[in-house]
C-alpha cells in the first residue's frame, strides 16, 4: 500500500514553533508580505536575513514530538512507499527520522525548503547554513552571488513538484496533518489523492475549511491524534 502524507505547522506546534496562520495575521511580528516573499526580499534583505536568522536560532531550542516520531516509527515498518511531504521548514522529521531510520521506499520531501540551507542568488546551488546570514551575505558558491534563505516564498515554485504529483497519483492512502490548507498547491494534493481513488485522511486541532474534501476527519493535538491514528494503519 502506496503512503503520502503532508504535513504542515501544527505537527510542530507542540514542539514549540509557532504556526502561521494566528489571529493577529502575523508572522512574529511581521507582514506576510514583507518577510515571505521575492519582493520583501529585494526591498529590505536585513529585515528577512533577520527573520530567518531568529528561526533558524530557535531549532536549537525544540525536539521531535511524539507526531514526529510515530511518523518515524511508522517508516521504519512501512511496507510499500511512504512519501512524507512536509510544508514546514524545521527539521524536526529529519532528527526524528534520523533516531528511527526508514525502511526502504521511504522519502521525504521538505516542499517549501529547509531553514538550515541557503541557496547562491547567482547559481542557485543550495548548500548546510547553520548560523546567520547577513544582509549581503557572500556566496562561497559564485563570486558573484549572494546568499539567501533556501526557503520557498509567495510566487516560487515548490521543490520537488513532479516527484509529489507522482506519489500523489498513485497513493492509496492520503493523510493530511496540522495544515490549515490555506497555501497552492499542498492545498490541492487532496483532490489529486482522490482523483487517484485514494482514502483520504485529515488530522487537525479543528476540522480544516476543506474538511469535506477528506473521507475522514481524527481532530485532536498532533500529539495524541496521529500516533492513535497511525497506530490503526
Ligand atoms: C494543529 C495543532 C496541533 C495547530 N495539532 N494541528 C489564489 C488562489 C490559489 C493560489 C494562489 C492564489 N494567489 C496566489 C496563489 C499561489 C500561492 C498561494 O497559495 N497563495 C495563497 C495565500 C492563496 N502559492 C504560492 O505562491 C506557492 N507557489 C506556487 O503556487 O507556485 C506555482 C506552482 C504550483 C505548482 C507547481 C509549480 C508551480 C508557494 C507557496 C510558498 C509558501 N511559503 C510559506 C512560507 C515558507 C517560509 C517560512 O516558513 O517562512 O510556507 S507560506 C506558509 O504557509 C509556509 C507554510 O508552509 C504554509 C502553509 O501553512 P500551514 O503549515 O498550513 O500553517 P497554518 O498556520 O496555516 O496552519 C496550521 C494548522 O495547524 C491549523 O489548521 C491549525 O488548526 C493546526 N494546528 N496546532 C494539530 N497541536
Not at 20 to 41: K, M, N, Q
Not at 89 to 101: F, I
Amino acid at each position: 500500500m502506496n503512503l503520502v502524507v503532508l504535513t504542515g505547522a501544527g505537527v510542530s506546534a507542540e514542539s514549540g514553533v509557532p504556526t502561521f496562520r494566528a489571529s493577529d495575521g502575523l508572522w512574529c511580528g511581521h507582514r506576510i508580505e514583507d518577510v515571505a516573499t521575492p519582493e520583501g526580499y529585494a526591498a529590505d534583505p536585513a529585515l528577512v536575513q533577520d527573520f530567518y536568522n531568529l528561526r533558524r536560532r530557535q531549532l536549537a531550542e525544540v525536539r521531535p514530538n511524539a507526531a514526529h516520531r510515530a511518523l518515524a516509527d511508522l517508516a521504519a515498518r512501512w511496507a510499500g512507499d511512504f512519501l512524507l511531504v512536509t510544508q514546514n521548514v524545521d527539521d524536526l522529521h529529519d532528527r526524528a527520522h534520523a533516531e528511527t531510520p526508514p525502511a526502504e521506499g521511504f522519502e521525504l520531501i521538505h516542499m517549501h525548503g529547509e531553514l538550515l540551507k541557503g541557496r547562491c542568488t547567482r547559481s542557485g546551488a543550495v548548500m548546510d547554513w547553520t548560523g546567520d546570514m547577513a544582509a549581503d551575505q557572500a556566496s562561497p558558491l559564485h563570486p558573484q552571488g549572494r546568499m539567501r534563505p533556501h526557503i520557498v516564498w509567495f510566487g516560487e515554485t515548490p521543490l520537488q513538484m513532479e516527484q509529489i504529483e507522482r506519489a500523489l497519483a498513485h497513493c492509496d492512502l492520503f493523510v493530511s496533518i496540522g495544515t490549515s490548507g490555506a497555501v497552492y498547491p499542498a492545498a490541492g494534493f487532496v483532490d489529486l489523492a482522490r482523483r487517484a481513488g485514494a482514502r483520504t485522511v485529515e488530522i487537525n486541532l479543528e476540522p480544516t475549511a476543506g474538511a469535506r474534501l477528506f473521507d475522514e476527519g481524527v481532530y485532536g493535538p498532533a500529539t495524541q491524534a496521529v500516533p492513535a491514528f497511525l497506530d490503526t494503519l
